[in-house]
């Protein structure tokens, strides 16, 4: 082990020592024999670390890495804070699991050291997606819940999502003290491995059921689908767990012509068919566009590997097929939300609408149309849920999402849900067919009634510890030197989330931001276009969020106007030097 650094080696000593597994050691002592110092260190140099969102990584052995031991520290870790926070309580929990390899045995280890606990542990029976998991939560009456998945990311990686009792994702101050009772423990033998059968009951099919019945609620345009029944629909879960639920809500919706990717409907944790498991990439996609052209189909629709993001691809005015972004569908599902609310006369004031800073602020605008709240969060879906938790009995929540093809309809939930999204998006499509239009010539439309946003998403990676320092940088520098100009227009306000401050910088006068302290600025210009700069959480990128708008003349004005817009993007992003 002279190859190692000290602490390195110290770490890898006390696996070999310690209370793990022949497997584990053996395989570990196989690196050491051949000399693999450079997978040792990335495996042990530091412990993966449990986040406000869980844990994510590369499945593999050590501490930097998802198996049966870095999930039983943090379930254990969450145990005790469960029985810290429910002294008096039989604290119960439910558990799910996406297609990803290891998901199901790493599931029953979390469900073991629960079990082990004392804790009651509602256990699915096969996979199932992240949204049935949060509905289960509230449904169950459980005080947490665990959801295995490392979401789009490549097949090397797992994941571990932890939730609280309202069934959305932890927030502060629970998140952290999660985190600090999971940090608190320093040894694999504070962990409790040993089953307890009497704590674990598998649920499956009358959840499924339940779940089901809420999403038949939440249909507006009946009569559309009846009319409609035979659109032309393809769909694909990308080997992954919307293969389980989408089929039969789109047959309860009343939806007759349904063409499933048979090739991506096995589950799969390889995902063979595709390079990454992302429907925000169009070669995740390409499989079912080429079946949708084939039988001419009118809509396509792809999930993630556990179902809480979803990608649209529809036909254009050039008989094209063109994939929406996350903010274009996103705008679509809530603009027509708050039309057939309206035409249904359910609008009475108490209604709200809620979406990210980054996601278009043509939400925004259509919210106010209508005379709906629309309500801005930082990014991250967790603190959308914490918001509809919040005003549950107060204000009547429709819709919300963000720019990362992350929507939910209606309340059954507290996280994303592309099942429920994927229902509407095929009500809607429906209901545009049915007014002799289409969800692109609706899309159109809608820009030429409300105003032409455009958005792009920019990421710029920088690896390592010097990486980390130059993105900290950036930051600095755009906090102490913003742009005076970016497209060509006057940066007039500048909205710091870290400081909680909006500056404008035409009077200099200083509004303040009720919003959590995040490391993300804005950049607000003359003409209306907005521009945000926010280092990723998860992963070494600096990532910017450009958006522009102008007024939209006329249909046939559409790609002129589209490719003008894209000019003002591609010079905000020369301004920024990226």
Known sequence: MSNLDPAIQSKIESWLNGSYDDETKSALQSMLDNEKYTELTDAFYKDLEFG????????????????????????????????????????????????????????????????????????????RPTPELSYAIRELGCQSGVVLTASHNPKEYNGYKAYGEDGGQYVAPYDKMVMQEVQKITNVDEVNFVRDESNVEIIGKEIDDKYLAELVKLSVSKDAIKRQKNLSIVFSPIHGTAGVLVPPALEMYGFENVTLVEEQMVVDGNF???????????????????????????????????????????????????????????????????????????????????????????????????????????????????????????????????????????????????????????????????????????????????????????????????????????????????????????????????????????????????????????????????????PSGTEPKIKFYCSVNTELESADKYHETAASLDFVIDSILKDLGV
């Open 272 to 534: 063979p068919t595709v390079v990454y498991p992302n429907p925000e990439e169009q070669e995740a996609l390409s499989m079912a566009l080429a079946k949708a052209k084939e039988i001419y189909a009118e809509l396509v629709m792809a999930t993630d590997p556990d179902a809480d993001r979803i990608g649209i691809a529809v036909k254009n005015d050039k008989d094209e097929w063109v994939l929406f972004n996350g903010n274009m569908t996103g705008t679509l599902i809530i603009n027509y939300m708050l039309t057939a609310w309206k035409n249904a006369g359910k609008l009475t004031g108490s209604q709200y609408i809620v979406k990210t800073v980054v996601t278009s602020y043509l939400i925004d605008r259509i919210a106010d149309s209508y005379g709906v709240e629309c309500f801005n969060t930082l990014t991250g879906f967790k603190y959308i849920g914490e918001l509809i938790t919040k005003l549950k009995g107060e204000k009547e929540f429709i819709a919300g999402g963000e720019e990362s093809y992350g929507y939910l309809i209606g309340e059954h939930v507290r996280d994303k849900d592309a099942i429920v999204s994927a229902v509407i998006i095929a009500e809607m499509a429906a209901y545009y067919k049915d007014q002799g239009s289409s969800l692109f010539e609706a899309l159109v439309a809608m820009y030429v009634e409300h105003g032409f946003f455009k958005e792009k998403l920019v990421s710029v990676t920088r690896k390592g510890k010097a990486g980390a320092e130059e993105i900290q940088q950036m930051m600095a520098n755009f906090r102490s030197n913003p742009p005076a100009t970016l497209g060509g227009s006057k940066v007039v306000i500048l909205k710091d989330y870290q400081q909680s401050v909006e500056k404008d910088l035409v009077s200099g006068e200083s509004t303040p931001i009720d919003l959590p302290k995040s490391n993300v600025l804005q950049f607000v210009t003359e003409d209306g276009g907005i521009v945000t700069a926010r």
């Open 52 to 127: 406000t969102g869980g844990l994510r990584g590369i499945m593999g052995i050590g501490s930097n890495r998802v198996n049966k031991y870095t999930f039983g520290v943090a379930t254990q870790g969450l145990s005790n804070f469960l029985k810290k926070t429910f002294p008096d309580q039989q604290v119960k929990v439910a558990i799910a699991h996406d297609c990803r390899n290891n998901s199901d045995t790493l599931a029953k280890v979390v469900a073991d050291v629960f079990s082990a606990n004392g804790i009651y542990v509602y256990f699915f029976e096969g996979l």
